[in-house]
């Protein structure tokens, strides 16, 4: 009897000891604490990313291998484009990314940006305007003969449903569809930091970035859980007879509810945007307690807002003059808060619930102006 439990108990050791081994050597999978659009594994000598496809359930968008500059490439690998590591050259198509990567401190690695003029980091305005970051045109259409003198490592851009966005990319130049803008949390949306510190070799500091997210978001997410007052929320305005209201899934709906907000559109499941009229808006938010704008005039006020579309008086945030106003041309919201939704949190708390924002000055927000 003794020999027989001898012997299972060395056939339970060294199974334990050949699964410890094929964990080890052979991969490990990296869990994200919020991010559900993208997957790490990581391999002796490589890393496995798969971007998750926001438009189709269980199906992968992409899928990516990272090796170290100067390694041998294994003899086995999945498919996929081959990235190097760390990035020395990217065509950035959004400011929010290239601020991902300033902020990894390898802003030097962005040699070509795609809507140059949507840019407002100081380095890459400049270096677009001497020539030393090549402007590729638009992300639309960008320049296929500007990209390939730029010859970059990789690009670097959002993908949007059955948009061709990646026909005008030549060849053989490795593409990161980043599709943190269809997370669900901001958290997540904010969790892709991890994805820039594996291309640049900064997984520590990506994480400890994200950490610091985390801790502030929760903190002041916090604040507002025994709130009893959630005033009603409408967002964005018509345009072109067409009024793009957030999903009720997304991550900025997410980001009313924990301000303390209660979003027109809570109920309606789906991460993207929502196009609507005016009468299906009107219908559904005329109650409104707070309505917030976002665009690129300057000089928006009710008097454009009124002229924009007759109906727009008559919505309550209106009326009341609770209409609060972001230029996205003069602020930095934008490149702001995909990744740091701390920023954006706090500002909203301090419109929905004026009396918890213990001397916060608004950054992003003003109210609207009458004239």
């Given at each position: 009897?003794?020999?027989?439990?001898?012997?299972?108990?060395?056939?339970?050791?060294?199974?334990?000891?050949?699964?410890?081994?094929?964990?080890?050597?052979?991969?490990?999978?990296?869990?994200?604490?919020?991010?559900?659009?993208?997957?790490?594994?990581?391999?002796?000598?490589?890393?496995?990313?798969?971007?998750?496809?926001?438009?189709?359930?269980?199906?992968?968008?992409?899928?990516?291998?990272?090796?170290?500059?100067?390694?041998?490439?294994?003899?086995?690998?999945?498919?996929?484009?081959?990235?190097?590591?760390?990035?020395?050259?990217?065509?950035?198509?959004?400011?929010?990314?290239?601020?991902?990567?300033?902020?990894?401190?390898?802003?030097?690695?962005?040699?070509?940006?795609?809507?140059?003029?949507?840019?407002?980091?100081?380095?890459?305005?400049?270096?677009?305007?001497?020539?030393?970051?090549?402007?590729?045109?638009?992300?639309?259409?960008?320049?296929?003969?500007?990209?390939?003198?730029?010859?970059?490592?990789?690009?670097?851009?959002s993908p949007y449903?059955?948009?061709?966005?990646?026909?005008?990319?030549?060849?053989?130049?490795?593409?990161?569809?980043?599709?943190?803008?269809?997370?669900?949390?901001?958290?997540?949306?904010?969790?892709?930091?991890?994805?820039?510190?594996?291309?640049?070799?900064?997984?520590?500091?990506?994480?400890?970035?994200?950490?610091?997210?985390?801790?502030?978001?929760?903190?002041?997410?916090?604040?507002?859980?025994?709130?009893?007052?959630?005033?009603?929320?409408?967002?964005?305005?018509?345009?072109?007879?067409?009024?793009?209201?957030?999903?009720?899934?997304?991550?900025?709906?997410?980001m009313f509810a924990?301000?303390?907000?209660?979003?027109?559109?809570?109920?309606?499941?789906?991460?993207?945007?929502?196009?609507?009229?005016?009468?299906?808006?009107?219908?559904?938010?005329?109650?409104?307690?707070?309505?917030?704008?976002?665009?690129?005039?300057?000089?928006?006020?009710?008097?454009?807002?009124?002229?924009?579309?007759?109906?727009?008086?008559?919505?309550?945030?209106?009326t009341s003059r609770?209409?609060?106003?972001?230029?996205?041309?003069?602020?930095?919201?934008?490149?702001?808060?995909?990744?740091?939704?701390?920023?954006?949190?706090?500002?909203?708390?301090?419109?929905?619930?004026?009396?918890?924002?213990?001397?916060?000055?608004?950054?992003?927000?003003?109210?609207?102006?009458?004239?």
């Open positions: 009897m003794r020999y027989f439990f001898t012997c299972c108990l060395c056939i339970i050791v060294l199974l334990a000891s050949c699964n410890s081994t094929n964990t080890n050597n052979n991969k490990a999978v990296q869990d994200n604490l919020h991010a559900k659009g993208f997957s790490v594994t990581h391999h002796n000598g490589y890393t496995v990313v798969e971007i998750s496809n926001p438009w189709k359930s269980n199906a992968i968008l992409q899928r990516f291998t990272l090796v170290p500059s100067g390694a041998t490439l294994p003899d086995s690998l999945p498919d996929g484009a081959v990235i190097r590591t760390p990035v020395k050259s990217a065509l950035v198509y959004s400011a929010v990314h290239a601020n991902a990567i300033k902020e990894l401190g390898h802003l030097s690695s962005v040699t070509g940006v795609c809507d140059a003029q949507y840019f407002t980091i100081p380095e890459i305005t400049s270096g677009v305007a001497d020539g030393t970051i090549i402007n590729a045109g638009s992300s639309m259409a960008p320049v296929a003969e500007r990209i390939i003198a730029l010859s970059p490592d990789i690009v670097l851009l449903q059955n948009s061709g966005y990646a026909e005008h990319i030549p060849k053989g130049i490795p593409i990161v569809e980043c599709a943190d803008y269809m997370e669900s949390s901001p958290l997540g949306r904010a969790e892709w930091i991890k994805l820039f510190g594996l291309l640049f070799n900064e997984e520590q500091k990506a994480d400890s970035i994200y950490s610091h997210v985390v801790d502030k978001y929760t903190s002041m997410k916090k604040l507002i859980e025994s709130e009893p007052n959630r005033p009603k929320i409408l967002s964005e305005n018509i345009i072109n007879g067409t009024w793009y209201v957030p999903g009720g899934n997304s991550y900025m709906a997410q924990d301000a303390g907000g209660s979003y027109a559109w809570s109920d309606v499941n789906t991460t993207g945007s929502i196009p609507l009229d005016m009468a299906q808006v009107l219908s559904k938010a005329h109650d409104a307690d707070v309505w917030l704008i976002k665009s690129f005039d300057p000089e928006f006020s009710y008097s454009k807002l009124k002229a924009q579309h007759a109906l727009n008086e008559k919505f309550k945030a209106f609770n209409v609060y106003y972001c230029d996205t041309e003069r602020t930095t919201l934008f490149q702001d808060f995909p990744f740091h939704p701390e920023f954006l949190l706090q500002e909203y708390i301090a419109i929905f619930h004026p009396h918890l924002a213990d001397g916060y000055t608004l950054k992003y927000f003003k109210p609207l102006a009458d004239e």
